[in-house]
């Protein structure tokens, strides 16, 4: 980062000019190139990952590739919707997509405490597995260890990549605060598994190390003594022989993960980041940009999800609010003077908002065409003549009202969206317009999967 | 009014903003609110402008009309070593433990027990006196792990109490149990009226009442106000749009006859109000779908442009009200 971007960051940006040539991000060529094994939509919590997972895969799918996507807690009725809705951890080929070009998707959702059932199983000597499964504390606590979900999510993508049955295979993140949890997790999960303290833990197990470790041992055993105390003996019996019995397996876990960040590395995987046009989402989207090019992970571009636009950019909120204002005021009183037009032009001079659209940027800001409308000569006489019968000048109130709001929104999204542009103009982009429902169901996602690639 | 008042929801829906403006609202004249915040994001710091909160509480803002609201960033390591302080005067093997990577082992691969420690400290804050015996906080407000693991946080001190089954750490988990099993506590959700976090909030409700966890109330945020009603969006769409594009020009808009600049507004604004429809009529939907729920809820506004110190305290006015109305009702 340049110390004028880090000044920028600190100071929110507005001494970066912006650029207005953003490079746009195309889905299409991407899904399309046979080279493209592995797609990962990374974002902070809510922003429309799984949404957009689900909605690649789709589009994929129906351009002729053989497609599996591994979706974490879709919503209820998406799942519901792509036949998913049982957890059984196995892809299942999702019913209603047109294969008419060769293609087909297959759809699973995560279930972590079976997909860490299976890493035992796999990776342990099944009297061994059995002991592990069976303890307590595994099974307490397996679920609920800092950084699983990543973990598994990882480790269904490697055998999921393993099995070689799918020629793309897109994948989802867990809901999480930060989209750098799904890099960071499953290695703090891997340095705990190496950590010191597991050494302690397993020292009783060990007896009879070598006479230089003597020392040692004897700290240790007042540690574990403590520790019994604190915990109360037979939890610590009970962690204790889950550690034993998983100790042939740390290798195993790390060498794992290793293997799966490597495969996130690979020439073959492009990371989507989704992003809502929102403060904190899109400062987590710079977070994410800046640590994959720190690890050589390719950045495909930013899906900046639901997105705002409006139909008459070039009426500002300050004007439709006065206008409304306006219309108002005849509500109440009847004025019949009819003498709208000066008390109109008044307020043409307010600031406009720049032009937005779900698509464009601030390309267009119409200030002159807007600022003049009010006096132009088609204008002067407004037909309307203020006889404007109260209910109708209620409902337009109202339509006034709701628009600018509605620019409102438009307009801080452009200022976050500009902040993320100063930062990272390299950063190809894709919008996609907020629908006013939700996404839930195999046509909803081919709207997305459309509106992704600009079609 | 229970004295511990826990927020949940699914992420992003605002507990932490939520959390904060209901230890202002209860943080009357005279009345003093602890803020406790366990994740160990700061969350409450960056809301306040105020730099990283220590593991100390402090006071962090007075509310309108007197009362005073304090905050605590609960520190899962620090809480660790101040038990061991506490119940075995460990001084230095407390270090000791600490730099062979028992907190670590704590904090990660054992949330259970990292979630004993915070809940066991806001508990503590609950029934903490002073020395004339009076509560040193009258309300307790934690914004709280989201609705996906809140039961477990809350009922992790039972599930230690089966895995130790005698020591101080079971007696410890079953004295917080005993608080946050009680009347002493109410969980609320932090809500918005979209399907999904609608889905968690009942999701997470019934989980709560199956561990027998005292539920509170829906706390639905974000609401948008309803600028228009339905009817006067049909009589729009329909042979009312010469009228609109007259109204419109009569606002001084613009000119009403056809490809005037006021008769060009018409179709952008009613598809915007169209819109508008689709999503008044899903959050109906919602809103149904929370009323099946059986909880009393508490709607919030959405304050535009990111939200200030200023927002918050419109915002706790805005649960004052609420829980004046409650109060008046006789509810708790
Ligand atoms: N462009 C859009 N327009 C309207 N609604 C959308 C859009 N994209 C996503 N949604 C809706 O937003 C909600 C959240 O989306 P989604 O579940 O994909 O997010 P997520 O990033 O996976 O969330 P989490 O972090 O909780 O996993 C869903 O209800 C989805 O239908
Ligand atoms: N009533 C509101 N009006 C407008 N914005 C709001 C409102 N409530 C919260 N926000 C904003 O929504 C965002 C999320 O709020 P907050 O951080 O409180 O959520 P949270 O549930 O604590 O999130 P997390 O799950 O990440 O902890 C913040 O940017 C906050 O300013
Ligand atoms: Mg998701
Ligand atoms: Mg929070």
């Known amino acids: 980062m340049s110390s004028q971007e880090r000044r920028a960051r600190e100071t929110g940006l507005d001494t970066v000019p912006v650029l207005d040539t953003v490079p746009v991000l195309d889905v299409d060529p991407l899904l399309d190139d046979p080279a493209t094994r592995i797609i990962v939509c990374c974002g902070s919590g809510g922003v429309g990952k799984t949404t957009t997972a689900a909605a690649l895969g789709v589009r994929a799918a129906e351009r002729g590739r053989r497609a599996v996507v591994l979706t974490i807690d879709p919503a ?89 049955e799918w020629d793309l295979i897109v994948v989802d993140t867990p809901p999480s605060r930060s989209a750098l949890d799904f890099l960071d997790a499953p290695k703090r999960l891997g340095s705990f598994l190496d950590g010191k303290f597991i050494r302690v833990l397993m020292a009783p197990a060990k007896v009879g190390g070598r006479a230089g470790m003597k020392f040692l041992n004897v700290g240790m055993s007042m540690m574990t003594g403590t520790l019994s105390k604190l915990m109360g003996g037979q939890l610590l019996r009970d962690v204790q022989t889950f ?47 800046e640590r994959l090019a720190a690890e050589e992970m390719p950045l495909a571009g930013l899906v900046l999800n639901r997105v705002h636009g409006s139909g008459a950019p070039q009426l500002s909120a300050e004007r439709a609010l006065a206008a409304a204002e306006n219309l108002g005021q005849r509500g109440i009183v009847d004025q019949g003077d009819g003498n709208a037009g000066p008390r109109g032009s008044s307020t043409a001079a307010s600031p406009e908002t720049p032009r937005t659209t779900a698509r464009g940027g601030a390309e267009d800001t119409r200030t002159e065409d807007t600022q003049s409308e009010g006096t132009q000569p088609e204008d002067t006489h407004a037909e309307g003549d203020g006889e404007v019968a109260d209910d109708v000048a209620q409902l337009t109130a109202g339509l006034l009202r709701l628009h600018a709001e509605r620019m409102q929104v438009l307009a801080r999204e452009q200022r976050t969206r500009d902040r993320f542009t100063a930062l990272h103009p390299e950063v190809a982009v894709t919008e996609v317009a907020a629908l006013p429902g939700d996404v839930h169901d195999l046509a909803g996602l081919r709207d997305i999967g459309e509106r992704l690639s600009h079609r | 009014m229970s004295r511990l008042q826990v927020v949940s929801g699914k992420g992003g829906t605002g507990k932490t903003t ?30 306040f402008e105020t730099e990283a909160l220590p593991y100390e509480e402090r ?54 027990l990292r979630d004993v420690l915070l809940t066991g400290k806001a508990c503590e804050a609950v029934r903490r006196r002073d020395k004339k015996g009076a509560y040193v906080y009258d309300y307790v407000v934690m914004d709280a792990p989201p609705t996906g693991r809140i039961t477990k946080f809350l009922n992790v001190n039972d599930e230690v109490a089966g895995l130790a089954k005698f020591g101080p750490i079971h007696n410890q988990a079953q004295a917080v149990m005993r608080v946050l099993k009680s009347p002493e ?92 429809a689709q999503r008044v009529e899903l959050e109906r939907e919602q809103r149904e779908a929370l009323a099946g729920i059986g909880l009393d809820t508490y709607e919030l506004p959405m304050l535009g442009e990111g939200l200030d110190l200023a927002g918050l305290y419109r915002l706790a006015a805005a649960l004052r009200t609420h829980l004046g109305a409650d109060r008046a009702q006789g509810a708790a």
Do not use: W
């Open chain 2, 18 to 47: 939520v959390a904060a403006a209901l230890a202002l609202a209860l943080a009357t004249e005279g009345k003093r609110t602890l803020l406790v915040e366990v994740e160990g994001r700061q969350g409450i710091a960056q809301l």
């Open chain 1, 243 to 289: 550690v034993a019995a998983m100790d042939t397996m740390f290798g195993g876990f790390r060498t794992r993960a290793d293997a799966t960040y490597r495969l996130l590395q690979a020439p073959g995987t492009a990371f989507l980041v989704v992003a809502a046009p929102e403060r904190d989402a899109l400062r987590e989207a710079a977070y994410f940009v």
């Open chain 1, 76 to 164: 209820r009725r998406l799942a519901q919707s792509m036949g998913i809705d049982s957890l059984d951890n196995v892809p299942r080929r999702v019913k209603g997509i047109d294969e008419g070009a060769g293609g087909e998707l297959h759809a699973m959702m995560l279930d972590m405490k079976r997909t860490f059932d299976e890493v035992v199983e796999a990776n342990a000597a099944p009297d061994r597995a059995r002991a592990i499964l069976e303890n307590p504390f595994y099974q307490s606590l397996s679920a609920g260890f800092a950084g699983t979900q990543e973990y598994m999510a990882m480790e269904k993508l490697g055998q999921l990549r393993a099995r070689d």
């Open chain 2, 185 to 276: 506590t109410a969980v609320h959700f932090v809500t918005l009226l979209e399907e999904m976090p609608v889905q968690e909030t009942a999701d997470g409700v019934a989980e709560l009442r199956a561990a027998e966890l005292p539920v509170g109330k829906v706390l639905v945020n974000m609401v948008r106000p309803q600028l228009l009603d339905e009817e006067a969006l049909r009589a729009a769409a329909g042979e009312r749009r010469t009228a609109v594009a007259q109204a419109l020009s009569a606002a001084g808009l613009g000119g009403a006859r056809r490809g005037g600049h006021a008769e060009r507004l018409v179709d952008p604004l009613l598809e915007q109000a169209a819109e508008h």
């Open chain 2, 59 to 112: 006071k962090i803002a007075v509310a309108s009309g007197g009362g005073e609201v304090y905050a605590l960033a609960i520190d899962a390591e620090r809480a660790l070593l101040d038990y061991l302080q506490m119940f075995y005067k460990l001084g230095s093997a407390g270090r000791a433990l600490k730099k062979l990577g028992a907190i670590d082992f704590a904090t990660t691969i054992a949330p259970g």
